[in-house]
């Protein structure tokens, strides 16, 4: 095996996204062990963190040992038994996922299907439930990260509180992008992922849960059927007194998180919302200015992850190919029936600045006119350029 | 939250183990996306080592995402099926946890007990086979890090073979430290974990499946309990042609695995047990010449985690205070029965050195000096140092 040498690679796909020097350096500290008392104060301090970053004042507030779809999985398997109904919000992968492992633990999936770029309406759920007998949860993803569609939350849970059922969120690519408020919308169990907007190597799942959530676990009749993503164990190491030995913490994944949380705070959430919202804006204009529109329609597009159509006279992968062979950019392409249709383009974290906006827009016209998609050069980045001066 | 400065610990308890300079360089290259061909590379590079490792041709050899729990019980769940009846060794933590996992997917753990520190005998494995009704696997222990105590496995793979019934090896804190033969022994399933004798970081689980087991999982007649863990889900993108999307791979610490597959692959496996070897016993003639005597008999002592027993006139927890605050040095103590009785001892990997052996019997010296425990000052060092004049 030779020396690894990274090529130089612009992070715009649906993550991860680019990782900040201080985190790369963060994440090669020398190792201590996971019950030394220096290592339980780095836990500490990632906890803080996210709850900063959920808002909420929720004690369980940890970071699971796997990656977003782990978040996801210890998210429902904690909550649901064999038999319980869970109303799922299904328009792309990531809710059908959802709805996979909630059939997995036995219960049962109702799945509400749209099509795929468009939301859930709260409605929907209402009226699903007045049909249906008893449901222990809804579950929602916030930013679905294979269409772009931005999922209203709050009137969810106001539709949950009033049958005193639970709310479980998925925020992997939302949170540290655009507001994802625990406490105040009433979000039971929520999850998220380190590689997108927190611009952390993936490998680690933030998650919280309220008393509610807690109690639920608490009063399961059968044990969670993993004993891995089991939080009534991982509680007794992550927010207990005794800081029990359970499995061996990620160490090296947690410095680099805990880096990652300072440099959002030090930002500012509300600063690193409007970032996201300008560059995704100005994105945006340019991404039209030639030709390739937004899957979702304009109220609930995510500024974290833009997916435009791409007009079937273009060739899509050979596109792909050439950014990343050319320009070392990434950029995804669709899933599921979006496979060869969509660009799924992410401006998350790191990642979403002004120089990435012009690159990826000045990458694009250059294909495009040489295959002819493009007729006017410099049209895109006018468009962004103008947004950029409007914006500030 | 301030710049996090990790004080310096040399790490010689039950892992995780000191990790190469070369592989904290590695773990901060900047990041690929995981769908990237350079990462596809890097993927199948440690496939390789991963085999390399395992003394196994098994196509499907990876890394799961997660901590060596996460290994186990991605071993488990995609073998076990509700109602499949399993024979497990218990004589330590990671035994009682293997029984655990098998009942969470409705299995039933058959368990063969006896003290910890000791092994199962294969024969005990023979006649509760004849005993009981149809048996789906064995799963056994390997180094139960919890006890020090080495489990042969051969001829365990033999009775399985005639039983032609599956053999699952948990090769946590052996792989990599002492042989694991996966092929010529006839194990079906064998995982381990990074932070042990490979000297990564935590959070990745070496697994490997030969045919038979790979034809177990397909056979299922219920789909596995674990989406995140489903190895017929993972095999899409680690070992077939499409690698397809499963979940994001966390690139940074496949990125540490290759180097740190590179650092054992240049030392050679030969000289790497050797090493091990002649470090252990020599840490072990010192530690019984101030009187510590290892728990496992002479037969079955890993040479990769010394268990040994604490006087009770010793405060072993001020003990392993003393050690890491005057000393840096991170020592285990016991766990469950074991717990305030033994001190668990690692040498692993990179932590396996001469030096480290010394510095630890002086630190011991030292304390048990001051403590009254030790009366003749060096006796332990040069009962190490009779070992390595000899070893050679």
Redesign the interface.
Same mark, same amino acid.
């Given at each position: *095996?030779e020396d690894?040498h990274? #090529? +130089? +690679?612009l992070?715009l &796909?649906p993550?991860?996204s680019? =990782?900040h020097a201080r985190v790369?350096? !963060?994440?090669? $500290? /020398?190792? =201590?062990?996971?019950l030394?008392p $220096?290592f339980l104060n =780095?836990m500490n301090?990632v906890q !803080?963190?996210l709850r900063h970053l959920f808002a909420t004042m929720n004690r369980f507030t940890i970071a699971v %040992? &796997? $990656? &977003? %779809?782990?978040g *996801?999985?210890a998210a429902v398997v904690n909550i649901v038994e064999p038999g319980d109904a869970v109303i799922v919000g299904v328009n792309g992968v990531f809710g059908t996922?959802l709805a996979?492992?909630v059939e +997995?633990?036995g219960g049962k999936a109702i799945q509400i299907e749209v099509a795929w770029g468009q939301i859930i309406e709260p409605n929907m759920i209402a009226e699903r439930l007045l049909q249906s007998g008893p449901v222990k949860a809804v579950a929602l993803v916030h930013a679905e990260t294979s269409t772009g569609a931005w999922q209203p939350i709050e009137p969810v849970s106001a539709i949950c509180r009033k049958h005193n059922i639970l709310l479980i969120v998925d925020a992997v690519t939302s949170l540290g992008g655009i507001p994802v408020e625990v406490d105040q919308w009433g979000i039971d169990v929520c999850y998220s !992922?380190t590689?997108k907007c927190l611009s952390c190597? #993936?490998?680690l799942a933030p998650l919280t849960l309220n008393e509610r959530a807690l109690s639920a676990v608490k009063n399961r009749r059968t044990?969670?059927?993993?004993? @891995?993503l089991d939080l009534s164990l991982i509680a007794d190491y992550w927010t207990e007194h005794n800081r029990a @030995?359970?499995? $061996? !913490? /990620?160490?090296? *994944?947690l @410095?680099?998180l805990?880096?990652a949380? +300072?440099v959002i705070?030090e930002e500012g959430l509300p600063s690193r919302f409007a970032r996201h919202r300008l560059n995704s804006r100005a994105l945006l204009a340019g991404l039209m200015a030639i030709g390739l529109d937004p899957l979702p329609s304009p109220d609930c597009r995510l500024p974290t992850l833009l997916c435009v159509t791409v007009p079937a006279s273009i060739d899509e992968g050979a596109v792909r190919s050439q950014l990343?062979e050319r320009f070392g950019i990434?950029i995804g392409g669709g899933?599921g029936p979006l496979k060869g249709k969509v660009w799924r383009i992410g401006l998350m974290g790191e990642s979403s600045t002004e120089a990435n906006v012009l690159t990826l827009l000045n990458a694009l016209e250059e294909i495009g006119i040489q295959h002819g998609w493009v007729s006017t050069p410099g049209i895109a980045l006018q468009a962004a350029a103008h947004t950029y001066s409007v914006g500030r």
């Amino acid at each position: *095996m030779e020396d690894f040498h990274a #090529p +130089r +690679r612009l992070l715009l &796909g649906p993550g991860p996204s680019a =990782v900040h020097a201080r985190v790369l350096q !963060a994440i090669s $500290t /020398p190792l =201590v062990g996971h019950l030394d008392p $220096t290592f339980l104060n =780095v836990m500490n301090d990632v906890q !803080a963190g996210l709850r900063h970053l959920f808002a909420t004042m929720n004690r369980f507030t940890i970071a699971v %040992s &796997g $990656t &977003g %779809s782990a978040g *996801m999985e210890a998210a429902v398997v904690n909550i649901v038994e064999p038999g319980d109904a869970v109303i799922v919000g299904v328009n792309g992968v990531f809710g059908t996922r959802l709805a996979a492992i909630v059939e +997995r633990c036995g219960g049962k999936a109702i799945q509400i299907e749209v099509a795929w770029g468009q939301i859930i309406e709260p409605n929907m759920i209402a009226e699903r439930l007045l049909q249906s007998g008893p449901v222990k949860a809804v579950a929602l993803v916030h930013a679905e990260t294979s269409t772009g569609a931005w999922q209203p939350i709050e009137p969810v849970s106001a539709i949950c509180r009033k049958h005193n059922i639970l709310l479980i969120v998925d925020a992997v690519t939302s949170l540290g992008g655009i507001p994802v408020e625990v406490d105040q919308w009433g979000i039971d169990v929520c999850y998220s !992922a380190t590689q997108k907007c927190l611009s952390c190597p #993936p490998g680690l799942a933030p998650l919280t849960l309220n008393e509610r959530a807690l109690s639920a676990v608490k009063n399961r009749r059968t044990p969670c059927q993993s004993w @891995y993503l089991d939080l009534s164990l991982i509680a007794d190491y992550w927010t207990e007194h005794n800081r029990a @030995y359970h499995h $061996t !913490a /990620p160490i090296s *994944m947690l @410095y680099a998180l805990r880096e990652a949380l +300072r440099v959002i705070e030090e930002e500012g959430l509300p600063s690193r919302f409007a970032r996201h919202r300008l560059n995704s804006r100005a994105l945006l204009a340019g991404l039209m200015a030639i030709g390739l529109d937004p899957l979702p329609s304009p109220d609930c597009r995510l500024p974290t992850l833009l997916c435009v159509t791409v007009p079937a006279s273009i060739d899509e992968g050979a596109v792909r190919s050439q950014l990343l062979e050319r320009f070392g950019i990434e950029i995804g392409g669709g899933l599921g029936p979006l496979k060869g249709k969509v660009w799924r383009i992410g401006l998350m974290g790191e990642s979403s600045t002004e120089a990435n906006v012009l690159t990826l827009l000045n990458a694009l016209e250059e294909i495009g006119i040489q295959h002819g998609w493009v007729s006017t050069p410099g049209i895109a980045l006018q468009a962004a350029a103008h947004t950029y001066s409007v914006g500030r």
